[in-house]
Antibody
Framework: QVQLQQSGPGLVKPSQTLSLTCAISGDSVSSNTATWNWIRQSPSRGLEWLGRTYYRSKWYTDSAVSVKSRITINPEPSKNQFSLHLNSMTPEDTAVYYC??????????????WGQGTVVTVSS | QSVLTQPPSVSGAPGQRVTISCTGSSSNIGAGYNVHWYQQLPGMAPKLIIFHNNNRPSGVPDRFSGSKSGTSGSLAITGLQAEDEADYYCQSYDSSLSGFVVFGGGTKLTVL
């Protein structure tokens, strides 16, 4: 059974960087089939896919255009986890952030396991 | 404005059947991309209940079913139960956007 455990702060000041971590059990961040994703949810934007990382003989990352200039997703194989860094945070980035697994790398792949979510508020 | 359009709310009495539509376009569902459905209970993460249009993950009751036709997908729930009251979201892929993954705006199911 795959489990994803998120950690990180719930309050970020405007202009600062959000950093969240997703620890994986029951699978590997270095899997040759799965992808490891970050998704957020807010009343104004609904569910929004932010980006992913995956390993296919080398590491790849993809991200949504809306956050492409601000996002970094890093795999951490030694800890079997991956992280999200989103810089230049504004109040519009206030949302619940989720990590999620997709079983394979097609873009119309479902997300079969999710983290518990982290409520992130951007406020001074 | 979501790329995939869902009704904001649906309702039904216990035991009844309800359907939730997910309307897309020729660049997503109509292009043949799969539709997936999630159930989200209050304060919880979304849970996958239908994948690849009409398949149920292990443990999801067969009261939940999915279908796809043209530019739309549909979720049906039969024999409504109180615990089905939740938000439901569809998901697919859109080839015209650089966001890759697209979700519907969500539908609140109320069991009367």
């Amino acid at each position: 059974q795959v489990q994803l455990q998120q950690s990180g702060p719930g309050l970020v000041k405007p202009s600062q960087t959000l950093s969240l971590t997703c620890a994986i059990s029951g699978d590997s961040v270095s899997s040759n089939t799965a992808t490891w994703n970050w998704i957020r949810q807010s009343p104004s934007r609904g569910l929004e896919w932010l980006g992913r990382t995956y390993y296919r003989s080398k590491w790849y990352t993809d991200s949504a255009v809306s956050v492409k200039s601000r996002i970094t997703i890093n795999p951490e194989p030694s800890k079997n986890q991956f992280s999200l860094h989103l810089n230049s945070m504004t109040p519009e980035d206030t949302a619940v952030y989720y990590c999620a697994r997709a079983a394979y790398s097609g873009y119309d792949t479902p997300f079969d396991y999710w983290g518990q979510g982290t409520v992130v508020t951007v406020s001074s | 404005q979501s790329v995939l359009t869902q009704p904001p709310s649906v309702s039904g009495a216990p035991g009844q059947r309800v359907t939730i539509s997910c309307t897309g376009s020729s660049s997503n569902i109509g292009a043949g991309y799969n539709v997936h459905w999630y159930q989200q209970l209050p304060g919880m993460a979304p849970k996958l209940i239908i994948f690849h249009n009409n398949n149920r993950p292990s443990g999801v009751p067969d009261r939940f079913s999915g279908s796809k036709s043209g530019t739309s997908g549909s979720l049906a729930i039969t024999g409504l139960q109180a615990e089905d009251e939740a938000d439901y979201y569809c998901q697919s892929y859109d080839s015209s956007l650089s966001g890759f993954v697209v979700f519907g705006g969500g539908t609140k199911l109320t069991v009367l």
